[in-house]
């Protein structure tokens, strides 16, 4: 089973931040935790990851708790094609690098 | 594009028959790994293959095997194909394998898929 929970859809308007959160209240000190989007139709997309300090790259910023029990994606100027299945992962050690996927958050941009 | 390419896009196979996916990896990565994703579910690890060899498989039976070739593309065999079998199989490609001691990440960069319909 996956080890992220995050909530099943969420709707943005076009050019609004769009916040996607994902709890992991389980991580291991040494686990990462990464997002990927998905696209319909197309292969997952790498977006981000990190460990415990925020991080932040062309695509988007992860913002993690102090705790590192809960993470927030965040697009900062969502459009329309930022619309997909965003998948919160934690690495799994042991897993030999394979990545846990759930059912992710649908995120709707909306004009 | 990730530089990931997989053949063929869509394929539709009877019951009890054999198919062969393929996967090129992205220039400069030695790793390949595939996944099972059936209809509205997030993508389900099959197996690894590093440097030419298995290295972690997930909850598959052995009918699902595949092979890594020098060049660091990958096969996806599945024998006795049953309608459960019907879904989008990625490729991902990464380089080097995850530290277990360090902890650091490879991320891993995903082809489009191929579409196996069984009917």
């Known amino acids: 089973d996956a080890k992220t929970t995050q909530p099943t859809s969420m709707d943005c308007a076009e050019g609004r931040a769009a916040n996607l959160p994902c709890n992991h209240s389980?991580?291991?000190?040494?686990?990462?935790v990464y997002w990927y989007r998905q696209i319909h139709s197309q292969g997952p997309q790498y977006i981000i990851h990190?460990?415990?300090n925020n991080e932040t790259n062309e695509m988007a910023s992860l913002i993690i708790t102090e705790d590192r029990k809960s993470s927030t994606l965040i697009l900062p100027h969502a459009t329309l094609r930022d619309t997909a299945v965003y998948y919160c992962?934690?690495?799994?050690?042991?897993?030999?690098?394979?990545?846990?996927f759930g059912k992710g958050t649908k995120l709707s941009v909306k004009p | 594009e990730t530089g990931v390419t997989q053949s063929p896009t869509h394929l539709i196979k009877t019951r009890g028959q054999q198919v062969t996916l393929r996967c090129s990896s992205q220039?400069?990565?030695?790793?390949v790994s595939w996944y099972q994703q059936a209809l509205g579910q997030g993508p389900q690890f099959i197996f690894q293959?590093?440097?030419?060899?298995?290295?972690g498989r997930g909850n598959f039976p052995p009918r699902f095997s595949g092979l890594q070739f020098p060049n660091y593309s990958s096969e996806l065999n599945v024998n006795a194909l049953e309608l459960d079998d019907s879904a989008l199989y990625l490729c991902?490609?990464?380089?080097?394998?995850?530290?277990?001691?360090?902890?650091?990440?490879?991320?891993?960069?995903f082809g489009p898929g191929t579409r196996l319909t069984v009917t």
């Open positions: 992962i934690v690495r799994v050690l042991g897993s030999q690098g394979n990545l846990i």
């Open positions: 389980t991580i291991s000190g040494n686990e990462y």
């Open positions: 220039s400069g990565h030695n790793t």
């Open positions: 293959y590093y440097r030419e060899e298995e290295n």
């Open positions: 990190g460990l415990k």
């Open positions: 991902a490609s990464s380089f080097g394998i995850w530290d277990l001691a360090g902890g650091s990440g490879n991320e891993q960069y």
